[in-house]
Each structure stands twice: as C-alpha cells, then as structure tokens.
C-alpha cells in the first residue's frame, strides 16, 4: 500500500484494509509491522529475554518474537539483588552478544536505571547507543514517573521504536518499597491504566504489564490500540514474556537464584541438568576416565614419538621420555 493511503489508514484496521493479515513465515525477521498484523490477528505475542549469544541463539531458533536483552541481566547473569547496578556499558556489551546470535527475532534493548531519567537529550542519546552499539532493533523503558514518560515520547520522536513498561517496575524500588505487585487498590489500578495510555501516547508499540492482578491487565490490554505484554498479569494480555534464566529452571532456588517470581512455570530444569553434568566431569576426571581415547584426538607419528624421545634423553628428562612413550601406548599405540 502506498505510504499516504497507509497513513490515512492507519486507525483502520489492517484487516478491513487488505482483507485480513497475511500469514506469517516463520523465518522471517520480525518487525514492528509484522508485530502489529499478529496483534490484530488475535495471535498472543511471545517474548522471552536473552544476555548473551548462546540464549539468543536458542530464543532466536525456538521462534520467539521479541528478544529482550532485559536489564534483568544485572540479577539473573550479574548476580546483584536488584536491577539497579548494571551499566549502560554492561547492558551494550549484552546486546551485542545477543545481536550477533539472532536473526530473526525483534531485538529489544532495555535503558538500565540512571541511564535516561535526567533528560529527554540523555534519554535519546542513550537509546542512540543502544541502537549504534548494541545493534538492538528497539528500546525498552520503564516508565511511570512523567520523566519516564518524557523520556518514552522523546526518543520516539527521534525515530527510535520503544516498549513501555508498567506495573512493578524494578528500577523504582527505592519509591515503591520492593519488589511488589501494583494496580492492588483502585487508585493503583487506575494509575496503571493511565501510566499504559500515557506510554500508547507519546507513541511506544507495545507495553509490558508486570504483576499486576488478570483484571487490571485485562482492563488496560482493552484500553489499548498496542499490544500488552504481561508477566505475573494472568492470561488476559496480547503476548507474554519470561525470563530466560526463570522460564528454564536454570537458578535452583534456594541455593543459587536470589528470587523465584511465585508467576513463573519453569519449562525445564535445566540447572539441574547442568548440575548434574559438572559432577559427572568432576567425577571422571577424578576417576581419570576423562579424557578417553575418543577424546584425545591429536596425534604424533610413531616416527617422531622416538624422536621426541631421543630429544628428552639428550636434554637429561628421561622421566619424561617414559612418561611419551607410557602416553603413546595409552593412546593405542602410535599412529
Ligand atoms: O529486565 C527484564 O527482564 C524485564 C522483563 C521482566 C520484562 O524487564
């Protein structure tokens, strides 16, 4: 469609306008607008976060929409109790990793706390960055306090695509007095439906409700022309998104993960896989059972072992000329 008719469109419909959204092929990269034809299609939205190039590999290949290099990574990868350490430097260097392993999900960079509050100018050179440097595709902020909101407007305005995000927002622990879910009372409630409109304002594509009660998410995802994307919001939401690291089961709580959302469905337990994989290294290395044969697989011809061995002998290591000869044997004989 041409650029002036999809603008004059552009609050119809697209299924009114091309006779329905057009079937997706899974392996094409997603984009903002093949987002909003699954939205409109009724289709719930996945996203899952990523840190670096092995989870983005696998976010990438399971065929989840959006990619959320999440600042989440200063808990689950970094090991700090809350969000608010990691730097925008730290944040980048993920990103990067996560860009070079996906190449079709939608890639989402989140702003890390103290990156974009001061000023409209910090906030879009700061998302600048993480576009240039990060090679994300889109921002995301969180945003409740009209700064946050500011921020949002302004770095839309320099053409740069953002999620918003409301509810718990783990960069305002200090206000909010902990990680605890929102929208419990009405005036809560209300907030998070007006901070949601506010973000659909100043024009974000889509934005992320965290823990808030089914009704309040239900009521704000109806409100709303973009899609929400709910985690701890129940069902009643366009997409859903986990944690990486929470949705594999890969901290085994208590022992290593500092907080287990009570919203969260692990979908493996892939920590006790790896577990129970170390100890097993441990153990046949213990037992000098590991490395085999089959995984010993540099050679030296039979020839140039009693080479070797003459060397060692000259040089006065005949301790080490045996231990050769001891080894090529071991190996199954020389080659
Ligand atoms: O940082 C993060 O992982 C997030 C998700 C929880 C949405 O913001």
Same mark, same amino acid.
């Given at each position: 469609?041409?650029?002036?008719?999809?603008?004059?469109?552009?609050?119809?419909?697209?299924?009114?306008?091309?006779?329905?959204?057009?079937?997706?092929?899974?392996?094409?990269?997603?984009?903002?607008?093949?987002?909003?034809?699954?939205?409109?299609?009724?289709?719930?939205? #996945?996203?899952?976060?990523?840190?670096?190039?092995?989870?983005?590999?696998?976010?990438?290949?399971?065929?989840?929409?959006?990619?959320?290099?999440?600042?989440?990574?200063?808990?689950?990868?970094?090991?700090? !109790?809350?969000?608010?350490?990691?730097?925008?430097?730290?944040?980048?260097?993920?990103?990067?990793?996560?860009?070079?392993?996906?190449?079709?999900?939608?890639?989402?960079? !989140?702003?890390?706390?103290?990156?974009?509050?001061?000023?409209?100018?910090?906030?879009?050179?700061?998302?600048?960055?993480?576009?240039?440097?990060?090679?994300?595709?889109?921002?995301?902020?969180?945003?409740?306090?009209?700064?946050?909101?500011?921020?949002?407007?302004?770095?839309?305005?320099?053409?740069?695509?953002?999620?918003?995000?409301?509810?718990?927002?783990?960069?305002?622990?200090?206000?909010?007095?902990?990680?605890?879910?929102?929208?419990?009372?009405?005036?809560?409630?209300?907030?998070?439906?007006?901070?949601?409109?506010?973000?659909?304002?100043?024009?974000?594509?889509?934005?992320?409700?965290?823990?808030?009660?089914?009704?309040?998410?239900?009521?704000?995802?109806?409100?709303?022309?973009?899609? #929400?994307?709910?985690?701890?919001?129940?069902?009643?939401?366009?997409?859903?998104?986990?944690?990486?690291?929470?949705?594999?089961?890969?901290?085994?709580?208590?022992?290593?993960?500092?907080?287990?959302?009570?919203?969260?469905?692990?979908?493996?337990?892939?920590?006790?896989?790896?577990?129970?994989?170390?100890?097993?290294?441990?153990?046949?290395?213990?037992?000098?059972?590991?490395?085999?044969?089959?995984?010993?697989?540099?050679?030296?011809?039979?020839? !140039?072992?009693?080479?070797?061995?003459?060397?060692?002998?000259?040089?006065?290591?005949?301790?080490?000329?045996?231990?050769?000869?001891?080894?090529?044997?071991?190996?199954?004989?020389?080659?």
């Amino acid at each position: 469609m041409h650029c002036l008719a999809r603008r004059l469109f552009s609050n119809v419909p697209e299924s009114t306008v091309y006779g329905g959204p057009k079937p997706q092929n899974p392996n094409q990269r997603v984009t903002l607008n093949s987002l909003r034809q699954k939205h409109l299609a009724g289709e719930p939205i #996945t996203m899952v976060t990523a840190y670096d190039y092995p989870s983005a590999v696998q976010v990438d290949t399971a065929g989840i929409d959006i990619c959320l290099v999440g600042d989440s990574a200063a808990m689950v990868v970094h090991g700090y !109790d809350t969000t608010l350490p990691i730097t925008l430097d730290e944040m980048l260097s993920h990103c990067r990793a996560v860009a070079r392993g996906a190449t079709r999900s939608l890639l989402v960079g !989140d702003l890390p706390f103290g990156s974009y509050e001061s000023s409209s100018a910090q906030a879009v050179d700061t998302a600048v960055r993480v576009l240039k440097e990060g090679n994300m595709d889109a921002i995301k902020l969180e945003g409740a306090a009209p700064s946050r909101i500011g921020a949002a407007r302004a770095i839309v305005e320099a053409g740069i695509a953002v999620i918003g995000h409301v509810g718990l927002t783990p960069q305002a622990i200090s206000v909010l007095g902990g990680f605890r879910p929102q929208g419990k009372t009405i005036n809560s409630a209300v907030k998070v439906v007006e901070t949601a409109l506010a973000l659909q304002e100043v024009g974000c594509f889509s934005v992320v409700l965290e823990c808030v009660p089914a009704p309040v998410a239900a009521a704000a995802t109806a409100a709303l022309q973009i899609p #929400t994307i709910g985690i701890g919001a129940g069902p009643y939401c366009s997409g859903q998104v986990l944690v990486y690291h929470d949705l594999l089961g890969m901290l085994q709580h208590p022992h290593h993960a500092k907080v287990t959302p009570k919203f969260c469905k692990q979908y493996g337990h892939v920590g006790e896989a790896i577990n129970k994989a170390l100890s097993e290294y441990k153990q046949e290395v213990q037992d000098k059972v590991f490395p085999g044969v089959s995984h010993t697989p540099y050679k030296i011809s039979e020839g !140039d072992v009693d080479g070797f061995m003459n060397e060692l002998q000259k040089m006065g290591l005949s301790e080490a000329a045996s231990a050769a000869a001891t080894a090529s044997k071991g190996m199954g004989g020389r080659e």
